[in-house]
């Protein structure tokens, strides 16, 4: 009777699944899995990250690009801790990831053994389930539900913890042979008749609806049934600024994002305006919301979203349907074609209003800069020469609000993203990676600042070693200048360990073998992109730009705050 490892029952359990890439940093409790993976290299490519948070990071964005669960893994003690923070983001954002972690031996358990921690209890407030897996026995049954749950309802993160000892032990090949299978569920057949009828009364009872576009949207892949809904019922549409992209923000009906980090001053208006805002796929964050000022107090609200524990939570609901954003709003389709006239909205006087509003708050940034570049003019260059269907990944900070409310998304569907459940610094360069392994013929950009680049800096050797051809632009300020804004418009311009030496990154990337360009003035933008656009190599451009006190970035509470300060 032939024997079989718990590890390589872990590795063909993951390539039943269809895993192609699994992302990590290798340790101590984790050979055993690393001779697996060694053994199944052609159907399943590791990635070695130079960090585990990398690692964690770069297996999100490929879930988000993909729509596939993304894999990564790290060792036990300091590997699991660095991990957290990817696995949290992922699992907030409702993005379908497995962290597998492995572990010290079940029997040097609690005898102060190096790296021996409780991993179960650190993952548990981070994700949707977590266990930790006893005997190579149990691992299919556990593949399987782990996968089952990463994708079902609202998607989240698993944590599977593996003691070396397990993926050590041998046991029969035939004891575990008929549950080496990949499950597979029917298609949902979902049916809102009742939830339909007054959802349309409502409509018909306002007079100016507005739909807001969530993550959800692009989650659930429902970019096509909110556009066909929208242009048979006329009804205008913003988004969040994780719901970027859900629909073509060239469209006539596209109000663009929302909130606050981002989000358009006539946008913000007309959903205040509104008597009936239709959330779909949308938590009604702090950030979406204003802080929950958004809608009017005498609005009527429609929450649609696949969690029961979002529905009311922020706001009282008229009406609230609990189900994933593409099966309401097909079937919703579905019914006002059969039994409504299309809405005639290309001439309506709304529609006009719209694409006026767009044009003066795109042309309101469009004026004279000082001798410094400002991030508006990389956004503009970047509009003017990036293909509609590239992969733009934007760290938290100074590029944020800029790409969010003033890049112009065309094509719907994920092209852009932003980590917006925690902004953990450092997720925009290894995640450029993984988009270009997930979609090598897309052009892919990653956006990130000083500060964050601090984080990461060691994944151009990754960048390099793979030859993932994405072009870096960093927006080189000298400091931490998210937080150096805060102190300027809210604490007396005390400023305060936000600062950092003069650091020239074109130089670094070259140091690990990465082409790169400094870029000092705005006249030098053009050019630079131009050269980064086709490139088949990894490419670091360094742009010396301003620090964002001096000019304030579409951020509502701080465009207000400054307004106030100028009056004084």
Same mark, same amino acid.
């Given at each position: 009777?032939?024997?079989?490892?718990?590890?390589?029952?872990?590795?063909?359990?993951?390539?039943?699944?269809?895993?192609?890439?699994?992302?990590?940093?290798?340790?101590?409790?984790?050979?055993?899995?690393?001779?697996?993976?060694?053994?199944?290299?052609?159907?399943?490519?590791?990635?070695?990250?130079?960090?585990?948070?990398?690692?964690?990071?770069?297996?999100?964005?490929?879930?988000?690009?993909?729509?596939?669960?993304?894999?990564?893994?790290?060792?036990?003690?300091?590997?699991?801790?660095?991990?957290?923070?990817?696995?949290?983001?992922?699992?907030?954002?409702?993005?379908?990831?497995?962290?597998?972690?492995?572990?010290?031996?079940?029997?040097?358990?609690?005898?102060?053994?190096?790296?021996?921690?409780?991993?179960?209890?650190?993952?548990?407030?981070?994700?949707?389930?977590?266990?930790?897996?006893?005997?190579?026995?149990?691992?299919?049954?556990?593949?399987?539900?782990?996968?089952?749950?990463?994708?079902? !309802?609202?998607?989240?993160?698993?944590?599977?913890?593996?003691?070396?000892?397990?993926?050590?032990?041998?046991?029969?090949?035939?004891?575990?042979?008929?549950?080496?299978?990949?499950?597979?569920?029917?298609?949902?057949?979902?049916?809102?008749?009742?939830? @339909?009828?007054?959802?349309?009364?409502?409509?018909?009872?306002?007079?100016?609806?507005? @739909?807001?576009?969530?993550?959800?949207?692009?989650?659930?892949?429902?970019?096509?049934?909110?556009?066909?809904?929208?242009?048979?019922?006329?009804?205008?549409?913003?988004?969040?600024?994780?719901?970027?992209?859900?629909?073509?923000?060239?469209?006539?009906?596209?109000?663009?994002?929302?909130?606050?980090?981002?989000?358009?001053?006539?946008?913000?208006?007309?959903?205040?305006?509104?008597?009936?805002?239709?959330?779909?796929?949308?938590?009604? !964050?702090?950030?979406?919301?204003?802080?929950?000022?958004?809608?009017?107090?005498?609005?009527?609200?429609?929450?649609?979203?696949?969690?029961?524990?979002?529905?009311?939570?922020?706001?009282?609901?008229?009406?609230?349907?609990?189900?994933?954003?593409?099966?309401?709003?097909?079937?919703?389709?579905?019914?006002?074609?059969?039994?409504?006239?299309?809405?005639?909205?290309?001439?309506?006087?709304?529609?006009?209003?719209?694409?006026?509003?767009?044009?003066?708050?795109?042309?309101?940034?469009?004026? *004279?800069?000082?001798?410094?570049?400002?991030?508006?003019?990389?956004?503009?260059?970047?509009?003017?020469?990036?293909?509609?269907?590239?992969?733009?990944?934007?760290?938290? !900070?100074?590029?944020?609000?800029?790409?969010?409310?003033?890049?112009?998304?065309? *094509?719907?569907?994920? *092209?852009? @993203?932003?980590?917006?459940?925690?902004?953990?610094?450092?997720?925009?360069?290894?995640?450029?990676?993984?988009?270009?392994?997930?979609?090598?013929?897309?052009?892919?950009?990653?956006?990130?600042?000083?500060?964050?680049?601090?984080?990461?800096?060691?994944?151009?050797?990754?960048?390099?070693?793979?030859?993932?051809?994405?072009?870096?632009?960093?927006?080189?300020?000298?400091?931490?200048?998210?937080?150096?804004?805060?102190?300027?418009?809210?604490?007396?311009?005390?400023?305060?360990?936000?600062?950092?030496?003069?650091?020239?990154?074109?130089?670094?990337?070259?140091?690990?073998?990465?082409?790169?360009?400094?870029?000092?003035?705005?006249?030098?933008?053009?050019?630079?992109?131009?050269?980064?656009?086709?490139?088949?190599?990894?490419?670091?451009?360094?742009?010396?730009?301003?620090?964002?006190?001096?000019?304030?970035?579409?951020?509502?509470?701080?465009?207000?705050?400054?307004?106030?300060?100028?009056?004084?």
């Amino acid at each position: 009777m032939i024997s079989i490892k718990g590890s390589k029952i872990l590795v063909k359990m993951l390539k039943v699944y269809g895993v192609e890439f699994i992302f990590g940093v290798p340790g101590d409790t984790g050979t055993a899995l690393y001779e697996a993976l060694f053994d199944e290299k052609e159907s399943i490519k590791h990635v070695l990250a130079r960090q585990e948070r990398s690692a964690g990071f770069m297996a999100d964005v490929y879930a988000r690009l993909t729509g596939k669960t993304g894999i990564c893994e790290a060792p036990s003690g300091g590997g699991a801790t660095y991990i957290l923070p990817a696995v949290a983001e992922a699992n907030d954002s409702s993005i379908p990831l497995i962290a597998i972690t492995t572990d010290v031996a079940e029997n040097e358990k609690n005898k102060n053994t190096i790296t021996d921690l409780d991993q179960y209890s650190i993952f548990k407030p981070i994700t949707k389930w977590n266990t930790v897996i006893s005997s190579a026995n149990g691992i299919p049954a556990v593949i399987r539900k782990a996968f089952r749950l990463a994708n079902s !309802g609202r998607p989240g993160a698993i944590n599977l913890s593996i003691p070396k000892n397990v993926l050590e032990e041998e046991v029969k090949e035939e004891e575990i042979a008929s549950e080496i299978y990949r499950e597979k569920t029917p298609d949902e057949k979902l049916k809102f008749e009742n939830e @339909i009828k007054e959802f349309i009364h409502l409509i018909k009872n306002a007079e100016f609806p507005v @739909i807001v576009a969530g993550g959800g949207v692009l989650i659930s892949g429902a970019e096509n049934e909110l556009l066909e809904f929208i242009e048979y019922s006329g009804i205008p549409v913003a988004t969040t600024i994780t719901g970027k992209g859900s629909v073509s923000e060239i469209h006539p009906l596209s109000l663009g994002v929302i909130g606050g980090n981002g989000g358009r001053d006539y946008a913000n208006e007309i959903v205040k305006n509104s008597d009936l805002v239709i959330f779909i796929g949308c938590k009604t !964050g702090s950030v979406a919301t204003l802080n929950w000022s958004l809608v009017s107090k005498n609005a009527r609200v429609i929450q649609i979203d696949i969690d029961p524990n979002v529905i009311g939570k922020n706001y009282k609901n008229t009406l609230g349907i609990t189900t994933n954003a593409k099966s309401f709003l097909r079937e919703l389709t579905v019914f006002y074609r059969n039994n409504f006239r299309k809405k005639e909205w290309i001439n309506d006087p709304i529609t006009k209003r719209i694409l006026e509003y767009r044009e003066q708050w795109l042309t309101s940034f469009d004026r *004279k800069f000082r001798k410094k570049i400002h991030p508006f003019q990389i956004i503009k260059e970047m509009q003017k020469l990036l293909p509609d269907d590239s992969i733009i990944i934007v760290d938290p !900070g100074t590029a944020t609000p800029y790409i969010a409310g003033c890049y112009i998304q065309k *094509k719907p569907g994920r *092209k852009i @993203i932003f980590p917006r459940a925690h902004g953990g610094l450092g997720y925009a360069l290894p995640s450029a990676i993984a988009a270009k392994l997930a979609f090598p013929d897309l052009p892919v950009f990653s956006l990130i600042g000083d500060g964050s680049i601090g984080f990461c800096l060691g994944e151009l050797e990754t960048a390099l070693r793979l030859n993932a051809p994405a072009v870096f632009i960093v927006f080189n300020n000298g400091c931490f200048s998210w937080i150096k804004t805060l102190q300027f418009l809210y604490h007396n311009e005390k400023y305060f360990s936000v600062d950092f030496h003069p650091l020239d990154y074109s130089k670094i990337a070259s140091a690990f073998g990465i082409k790169s360009m400094k870029i000092k003035q705005p006249s030098e933008i053009e050019t630079a992109l131009i050269q980064v656009v086709n490139t088949n190599n990894p490419f670091l451009l360094d742009f010396t730009i301003d620090e964002l006190p001096f000019d304030i970035p579409p951020v509502h509470f701080w465009k207000e705050i400054n307004k106030m300060k100028n009056s004084e």
